[in-house]
T-cell receptor, first 110, second 115 residues
Framework: GDSVTQMEGPVTLSEEAFLTINCTYT??????LFWYVQYPGEGLQLLLK?????DKGSNKGFEATYRKETTSFHLEKGSVQVSDSAVYFC?????????FGKGTSLLVTP | EAGVTQFPSHSVIEKGQTVTLRCDPI?????LYWYRRVMGKEIKFLLH????????ESGMPNNRFLAERTGGTYSTLKVQPAELEDSGVYFC?????????????FGSGTQLSVL
């Protein structure tokens, strides 16, 4: 079945460092791909999405490109802030349901 | 506008007890979903309601779990009797009819600890 694999955390970075969180997927067909973020004490929020190959999703300085040839959707940000500390989940749509990865915890220190 | 509300936010119970989790979706959202994240694992789909009807409950772990959505408004998820492996975070999400995965709104989850 469809599945998502993302890099294990936790990831600890200094403020203004470059961030990459790897995500690869296995799917039949052409799913939409998502990154969700969960800030401490809050619910899951959609961070960005891409619906077809070569699409780039972006939001709040984060970017991810839907790469069909490598079945990847890596999350990147050029300069992280302390406020980016959260858990990040890669996901794909499988019909109306979402298949999530295990989540990557990010801690950004001043 | 209120978001998706879940309560309790935390629940600690002993093995063998019963726990009921509640989800209030955004008003007017006919789709309601339950998901669960067991520690260190993926967030897994449990089931999907359209209004008061169960559309898909293929993700429900076993018959100790019972979800209801009487009247098509709020939903409850009851675990009876609870086992240690039921510990995790239970998320609820809602969307309008026809709303795709990108239009889901999630609650902040219920952290369930079974001791």
């Amino acid at each position: 079945g469809d599945s998502v694999t993302q890099m294990e955390g936790p990831v600890t970075l200094s403020e203004e460092a470059f961030l990459t969180i790897n995500c690869t997927y296995t799917a039949t067909g052409y799913p939409s791909l998502f990154w969700y973020v969960q800030y401490p004490g809050e619910g899951l929020q959609l961070l960005l999405k891409a619906t077809k190959a070569d699409d780039k999703g972006s939001n709040k300085g984060f970017e991810a490109t839907y790469r069909k040839e490598t079945t990847s959707f890596h999350l990147e940000k050029g300069s992280v802030q302390v406020s980016d500390s959260a858990v990040y989940f890669c996901a794909l749509s499988s019909g109306y349901a979402l298949n999530f990865g295990k989540g990557t915890s990010l801690l950004v220190t001043p | 506008e209120a978001g998706v509300t879940q309560f309790p936010s935390h629940s600690v119970i002993e093995k063998g007890q019963t726990v009921t989790l509640r989800c209030d979706p955004i008003s007017g959202h006919d789709n309601l979903y339950w998901y669960r994240r067991v520690m260190g694992k993926e967030i897994k789909f449990l089931l999907h309601f359209v209004k008061e009807s169960k559309q898909d409950e293929s993700g429900m772990p076993n018959n100790r779990f019972l979800a209801e959505r009487t009247g098509g408004t709020y939903s409850t998820l009851k675990v009876q009797p609870a086992e240690l492996e039921d510990s995790g975070v239970y998320f609820c999400a809602s969307s309008t009819l026809g709303g795709g995965a990108e239009k889901l709104f999630f609650g902040s989850g219920t952290q369930l600890s079974v001791l």
